[in-house]
């Protein structure tokens, strides 16, 4: 069976989740950047690699060259959960759908002809499924290995697709520069260039030996990569099961008594999730993002699995904000990440009267979840979570 691999590249990733995020930004140049001048490009739009910004440039130096560059400071929260939405929305093609870096993804449609039809029109399927429903417009190569479709993606515009046919991977290549190769940098380019050798074919007619002498081990790489071989699977993205809770302030927040009142708030809601679910955490972590764009975060190994006690976990987590509050910046987003999750496992007492306390009483906890089962999430609540 002919291996069918569609290759989908969402052109300024980042700069295009921040546009459909807040559309008035399609009209300005952009640049995602951290704090500071000498800080460097992340991510930039259409109209700003139209004027010369690239990623990777000095911020300071973009703004010398464009004046009306607007800047913004990168959410990686946020993108990662578009990032995962954009999975979801092509795993429903295939099983087989790997996205190590975001906004570049490859879908095997190997198999899948009685289901989706043809592989090119199921390509086309895909990338017109990113942009109704996610409002993405990716370039799109449809091609028998990995390698190939990648760079027939690279060889379209965003919203078309570059087909190769199985048999036709060679005359492909063959007329395309050496840097169209993924893995090609500048320096081998450069290489390359100082024997004359330019063009994809070129490359694929020197012999190992020969390529070898120059570039070592990584000699046989390239040439496998000229001559389009590249058996390398589809790996699924693996997802570590986890619970993440997060709060975006209706405004920057620097008053330690409300952003105690937002932890609890993403305690309750961890501590219900892990109840209702009969879990317990391995490992709990609480991240803050800055007003400036910076983000810290901490982590904590749990001990053995105990009663879910809300109030518990927030004495635990209360240092760490503490900690992490120390930069005396205001706060936009707080997020809490739980995982390692395992089924808690407790011997009951033999005789319960005789029970150690454990500092808050489970059963207080038990009777508000009963009440919350029966009346709603909103029945009843710790005031402290109620803080202003």
Same mark, same amino acid.
């Given at each position: 069976m002919e291996r069918r691999i569609v290759c989908l590249e969402i052109p300024d990733f980042y700069a295009a989740l921040e546009e459909l995020r807040s559309p008035e930004l399609r009209r300005v140049p952009l640049a $995602?950047?951290?704090?500071?001048?000498?800080? #460097?490009?992340? *991510?930039?739009? /259409? $109209?700003a690699r139209e004027e010369g910004l690239?990623?990777?440039m000095v911020l300071s130096r973009a703004q010398r060259s464009c004046r009306k560059?607007?800047?913004?400071?990168p959410d990686p929260l946020f993108y990662g959960e578009q990032h995962g939405k954009n999975l979801d929305e092509l795993g429903r093609y295939s099983p087989l759908v790997e996205g190590t870096v975001p906004g570049h993804y490859f879908v !095997?449609?190997?198999?899948? &002809? /009685? #289901?989706? *039809?043809?592989?090119? !029109?199921? +390509?086309?399927?895909?990338?017109? &499924?990113?942009?109704? %429903? &996610?409002?993405?417009?990716? &370039?799109?190569?449809? +091609?028998?290995s990995k390698l190939v479709s990648r760079v027939a993606a690279g060889c379209v515009i965003a919203g078309d697709l570059g087909c190769v046919f199985p048999g036709g991977e060679v005359s492909f290549? !063959?007329?395309?520069?050496?840097? +169209?190769?993924? *893995?090609?940098?500048? %320096?081998?380019?450069? =290489?390359l260039a100082g024997f004359n050798i330019r063009r994809i074919g070129q490359l694929a007619a020197l012999s190992v030996r020969d390529l070898t002498a120059v570039f070592g081990t990584m000699g046989v790489r390239l040439s496998q990569l000229a001559r389009g071989v590249d058996p390398t699977p589809v790996l699924p993205f693996r997802r570590i099961p986890k619970l993440e809770f997060s709060r975006r302030m209706d405004r920057d927040e620097?008053?330690?008594?409300? $952003?105690?009142?937002?932890l609890f708030r993403l305690v309750e809601d961890a501590g219900w999730a892990l109840r209702t679910r009969n879990r317990h955490p391995g490992k709990v972590a609480l991240e803050v993002r800055y007003a400036d764009g910076t983000t810290a975060r901490r982590q904590h190994t749990l001990g053995p699995p105990a009663r879910q006690v809300d109030r518990q976990w927030f004495r635990i987590l209360r240092p760490t904000l503490s900690r992490l509050l120390e930069r005396?910046? +205001?706060?936009?987003?707080? =997020?809490?990440?739980?995982?390692? #999750?395992?089924?808690? $496992? =407790?011997?009951?007492?033999?005789?319960?009267?005789?029970?150690?306390?454990v500092g808050e009483s489970p059963r207080l906890?038990?009777?508000?979840?009963?009440?919350?089962? /029966?009346?709603?999430?909103q029945a009843v609540f710790w005031g402290l979570g109620r803080t202003g």
């Open positions: $995602l950047a951290g704090p500071g001048p000498r800080a #460097l490009i992340q *991510g930039v739009n /259409r $109209l690239r990623e990777g560059l607007r800047v913004l400071p !095997d449609l190997t198999g899948t &002809r /009685r #289901l989706w *039809g043809p592989s090119p !029109d199921a +390509a086309v399927i895909l990338e017109r &499924r990113l942009e109704m %429903q &996610r409002g993405l417009k990716a &370039r799109v190569g449809l +091609a028998s290549l !063959d007329p395309l520069p050496v840097a +169209a190769l993924p *893995g090609v940098g500048v %320096q081998t380019t450069s =290489r620097i008053e330690r008594e409300r $952003l105690e009142a937002v005396r910046v +205001a706060v936009r987003r707080m =997020r809490l990440e739980l995982w390692e #999750l395992v089924m808690p $496992l =407790r011997q009951m007492e033999l005789f319960p009267w005789e029970e150690v306390p906890q038990e009777a508000l979840d009963r009440v919350r089962r /029966r009346f709603g999430r």
